[in-house]
């Protein structure tokens, strides 16, 4: 299965605003409209991957007819440096242009580090 980056964009965005305290489950997450665009399986996966990226907090439990489902508890530290190198949608749009038209795919290490010079250049650092 290929990570959309899109949709782990997206998903690190839903997350971030979910207020500190609060623990919403997964299928939370699927109904939020930004993640509606991108197949359950799709949201699942990365949400998987980034729990294995260290990005995430989650406490997995087991649903009925779900592949997995979750508690969602925080962004971590390295999940808010991710997080910020791709905030912007200016950044994240020139990440995406400059990795397509040069190597055609990258690591969310190698998008996050991209979109940190990118906006180191922006803010004429």
Known sequence: MNLN???VRDLMLAFEDVPY???PTMEYFLRLENLKTYPMEDVLYCTEKLLEAGYI???RIKAWGMPFDGIFREITWEG???LDSIKSDTVWEKTKSRVSSTVGSASLQVLSALAT???AKLLGL
């Open 117 to 119: 010079s990118i906006t």
């Open 5 to 7: 980056h899109d949709c």
């Open 57 to 59: 907090e989650l406490h």
């Open 21 to 23: 305290g609060e623990t």
């Open 80 to 82: 808010h440096q991710f």
